[in-house]
């Protein structure tokens, strides 16, 4: 299941009217492929156009150009919005149902047994459950629906540490079990330690950065040593930060080098949170494309 | 294995959320209609023409143009903005059902059960409407034209409620454009459906009206036919003072040349015709409505 392509973008752009003051481009060129099997992080700061970008996907929105493909394999997309939204007079059991009477496919079982690990009570109207407990339901109906391509976005906004942790733990059960390919969005870069295997950078509407995170992290590495204005090793520099005694520079490396330097210098490896960080920076102040 | 394979959402599925959605909105409504109907059978004129409490009757009949602004308001009006504001279209739209297909079943079936309410409120009421046929509750009460209503009443909340995304909003936008538009064709519209009839008569006499016309406009004629406004007359015989006297009128119509008057007025044989011109104006502004409607969701997608 895992050798396919999930989901193509190719070219992708949303641009909104903004009457009477002309038009926003929320998206532009944005081309990314998922492979089948992963769980793919969006990351981007808030009005990055990560909500545009998954409601292109999911269908509820037309883009203005460009187009999304879906795999073979994932014919089914599910979307669950950042609010989790639920009809607050619905009990639980009556929100199953309207994912078992709305959609072609559905998994009463599989929607169930989400909630029973998370001990909702089914018979309780969805207004009167908690933040977290709304979001449990929004899952189990996303899940019911048995998706091949399951969109989250900010899926663990509401949720207290210790859910945030079992679900995180649960979704990436699901994934295993069925081949089921997930992209979630967040702000919130610490999340996604041990989570992501795939990263959308998202930023003013463009992909920065996007790839495997593994080889992502490979092909990034930091030096750290004396004081210096030059880097002591291959790679372009990503960033450069000085102290009075020491030196920083984060460095992306080409494709076929390794990192080496002489001592004193070291090589430190880079966490996704670093990478992520310092491309933000780096779009923020106005240095947009990085030669691969 | 659990998993349930068909072919989408079956009709009866759409009705089922429908009524889970709105029932206590239906059930509301439908008691009310209920009570009308039983206030109206009180209130019946017994055999020998003697009504019970007439106060009942001019109160009921008060109800006659507000129902249907009652449903534009509090069912059609909400119906999408509801969904905009609390963000759940997001989750209907992301199941496999249109929003097309989605907001047009539920359109329909709710237009379907105010359109069965209508008819009982239009036949229970006109059997208390005593005013005439083209009074208001009179002409109004006919069960087609509280149909086309109630259709024209949901098709106007609906559209409102899909470019204005707020609930309280959408229906205060919806209750201040139905209440125009019925205005505005009730009182501007309707007394000129067809060209009118004219009468007219001599001065001493009045000119002879059929018994439930609808009158138009009356006035004064010179020999020839022509119009002579009535304040041309008034301030001639006012002559700069301010009391009005018989002889004063005399002298005026003579001076001015009046020797006729006139009534202008719709005769109770067109009645059938005037409901059918009005049902057909609200049912084109019903469908041009719910195509403006279908046309901005399909545009606007979901956010």
Not at chain 2, 87 to 93: A, E, P
Not at chain 2, 134 to 156: C, D, K, N
Request: charged residues 15%.
């Amino acid at each position: 299941m895992s050798d396919g392509i999930a989901v193509t973008v190719d070219d992708l752009g949303k641009r909104y009217r903004r009457w009477p003051h002309g038009s926003v481009w929320a998206l532009r060129h944005c081309s990314f492929e998922l492979p089948a099997g992963v769980v793919a992080a969006l990351v981007g700061m808030n009005g990055a156009g990560k909500t545009t970008l998954m409601s292109v996907v999911t269908g509820l929105l037309a883009p203005t150009e460009g187009a999304v493909r879906l795999g073979d394999d994932a014919s089914r997309v599910s979307f669950v919005a950042q609010d989790k939204p639920l009809y607050r007079h619905f009990s639980v059991t009556d929100m199953l149902k309207v994912g078992a009477s709305l959609n072609r496919v559905w998994d009463q079982r599989r929607a169930l047994r989400w909630l029973e690990r998370f001990q909702i009570p089914l018979d309780r109207p969805c207004g009167r459950l908690s933040g977290g407990q709304q979001a449990q339901v929004a899952f189990a109906i996303a899940l019911g629906s048995c998706p091949s391509l399951l969109l989250l976005d900010e899926p663990l906004s509401n949720l207290d540490p210790l859910a945030r942790r079992e679900v995180t733990k649960e979704l990436l059960g699901e994934v295993a079990d069925t081949g089921l390919t997930v992209l979630l969005s967040t702000h919130v870069v610490a999340e996604l330690g041990g989570v992501a295997d795939h990263l959308l950078l998202l930023a003013a509407g463009t992909l920065l950065e996007q790839g495997d995170v593994d080889d992502l992290l490979a092909s990034h590495v930091r030096y750290v040593g004396p004081r210096s204005d030059t880097s002591p090793g291959p790679g372009q520099i990503l960033q450069a930060r000085h102290t009075d005694r020491q030196s920083t520079f984060l460095v992306r490396l080409a494709s076929d080098s390794a990192p080496r330097v002489d001592p004193p210098w070291t090589t430190q490896t880079v966490t996704l949170e670093d990478l992520v960080l310092v491309r933000l920076e780096m779009a923020r102040s106005g240095v947009r494309g990085v030669a691969a | 294995m659990t998993t349930a394979v068909r072919k989408g959402a079956r009709p009866v599925d759409l009705v089922w959320l429908t009524w889970r959605q709105h029932r206590w909105l239906l059930v509301v409504t439908a008691v009310a209609i209920g009570g009308f109907v039983v206030c109206c059978q009180l209130a019946q004129p017994s055999g020998q023409g003697v009504r019970v409490a007439p106060d009942w009757i001019a109160f009921l009949n008060t109800l006659a143009p507000v129902y249907a602004g009652l449903v534009a308001v509090f069912w059609g009006a909400p119906l999408l903005a509801r969904e905009y504001e609390q963000r759940t279209h997001l989750l209907v739209w992301g199941l496999d059902v249109s929003p097309v297909r989605w907001l047009f079943s539920k359109t329909v079936l709710l237009a379907a059960v105010a359109a069965v309410l209508a008819v009982v409120l239009g036949m229970a009421g006109t059997a208390i409407a005593s005013e005439g046929p083209f009074s208001v509750v009179g002409f109004e009460y006919w069960p087609p034209i509280q149909v086309v209503y109630v259709v024209f009443g949901l098709a106007l909340g609906t559209t409102v409620s899909v470019m204005v995304r707020r609930t309280v909003l959408s229906m205060v936008a919806t209750l201040v454009g139905f209440t125009a538009v019925r205005v505005l064709i009730a009182k501007l519209a309707r007394p000129v459906y067809l060209p009118p009839v004219r009468s007219i008569a001599p001065l001493a006499d009045w000119p002879r009206i059929e018994p439930f016309a609808l009158v138009v406009d009356q006035g004064n004629l010179d020999a020839a036919g022509n119009l002579v406004p009535q304040d041309m007359l008034i301030q001639c015989a006012l002559g700069g003072g301010t009391s009005l006297s018989g002889d004063a009128m005399s002298a005026c119509q003579k001076k001015l040349g009046v020797t006729q008057t006139f009534s202008d007025y719709q005769p109770v044989e067109r009645l059938l015709d005037f409901h059918l011109i009005e049902t057909a104006i609200f049912l084109v502004l019903s469908a041009g409505l719910l195509l403006l409607a279908w046309r901005l969701v399909r545009r606007q997608g979901a956010l």
